[in-house]
């Protein structure tokens, strides 16, 4: 696991697995203007790193930091590798878009079952099961009051039938969700033509948010500055418009022609047929 500040409120936490990146933010409060006091500081934990022994050192990490303890907890989508912040802080609140909140209903356990797979495959114990509990619908598009400060929501779909994208506007970072990585191809939700109609979409609603934003937190991958982000958008862009032309034999992004990145490629195909 690796730990960098983006800022003196932004912690990104990268999992030594798939890459996902956790963020742990701080809220602007804890402080005094003339002799009104704004709102305490607050933390929220977004999405989370993998691994066991990750999620067990994120508590003595935020105290490290000098954070206060975190209050809530958010997941920009419902996939089981960004919902395992609850194995970290059992007793928080878990917000999403209410996207997200529909889907995890509409598919009672899916990301459990899906975790135990994955971890069944990569032989990785864990001293307890994921319950994700009840789970607080937040306002997308909208705001997430943090602390004296405000997290601004935007939806994103194409990857996943749900999400949000998460702004922190007095850092200027920008939450991107599963989009915008360096190091994944588009993979598209399984009814392709409308997904990939929904990415593209996404796709023009983020390019507008990196125009204000100075680094780019993508779900899985390295962090981008924004001119480096806008870069991957229109890279993502330009394949899911041959992807829709032209099905298989479309071209990936040169720097992510991967024997993994080639494996979604054929999933993307099968998935515009179907």
Not at 63 to 70: G, N, S, T
Not at 210 to 217: G, L, N, P, S
Not at 240 to 245: G, M, T
């Amino acid at each position: 696991m690796r730990a960098i500040s983006l800022h003196p409120d932004v912690i990104v936490v990268t999992s030594a697995l798939l890459q996902v990146n956790c963020v742990i933010v701080r809220g602007r409060g804890g402080a005094e203007v003339g002799e009104l006091a704004v709102a305490p500081a607050e933390t929220f934990v977004i999405d989370s790193p993998v691994l066991p022994e990750e999620l067990d050192a994120l508590p003595a990490l935020v105290e490290q930091a000098r954070f206060p303890a975190p209050s809530g907890l958010l997941a920009t989508h419902g996939d089981w590798d960004h919902l395992l912040g609850r194995l970290a802080f059992a007793e928080l609140p878990l917000g999403c878009a209410q996207s997200t909140v529909e889907r995890l209903r509409d598919a009672p356990g899916a990301a459990q079952r899906e975790l135990r797979a994955f971890d069944e495959e990569l032989m990785i114990d864990r001293p307890r099961p994921l319950s994700l509990g009840s789970v607080q619908e937040l306002p997308v598009p909208g705001r997430c009051e943090l602390g004296g400060g405000e997290l601004e929501l935007h939806p994103t779909q194409g990857h996943t039938v749900d999400g949000m994208a998460v702004v922190i506007p007095w850092a200027k970072v920008l939450l991107a969700g599963d989009y915008c990585s360096g190091v994944e191809i588009p993979a598209l939700a399984d009814d392709g033509s409308s997904q990939l109609e929904a990415y593209l979409a996404t796709l023009e609603r983020l390019e507008g948010l990196i125009d204000a934003c100075e680094q780019v937190v993508p779900g899985h991958g390295p962090i981008l500055r924004a001119a480096d982000a806008l870069e991957v958008v229109t890279e993502d862009r330009t394949y899911l418009q041959a992807l829709r032309e032209l099905g298989a034999e479309a071209q990936l992004p040169a720097a992510r022609r991967t024997r993994a990145q080639q494996r979604v490629h054929a999933e993307n195909a099968a998935a515009l047929t179907r």
